[in-house]
């Protein structure tokens, strides 16, 4: 029956051929391939930090201070106008350096 099963590229439906089979399977599924090839790194994206009245004001006074700007330009409808632009920003801004304006 083995030869037969052989010549004809037959399984075997024997017990002990069967037990073999199913032991067969068991080692090679225990076996756990490498997942390097499938893993990619992940660029770290920035902590933006959710809004709040008192961040924003800290934030604004230390602008001011540390660029020497008036009090009034928190004010200026330009300001306002960019600030009103931003605060639309769901993931962030991109706040263009000298070189890009």
Known sequence: YRKWCKANKFESMLPPD???QKNAA????????SLDPHLHEVQPREHVLPYSDKLFREAAIEWLASTNQPIQAVDHPSFKKM?????????????PNRKAT
């Open 83 to 95: 600030i009103d632009t931003a605060s639309r920003a769901t993931t962030g801004v991109l706040i």
């Open 18 to 20: 069967v037990k073999e």
């Open 26 to 33: 068991a080692v090679a599924n225990a076996r756990q391939d």
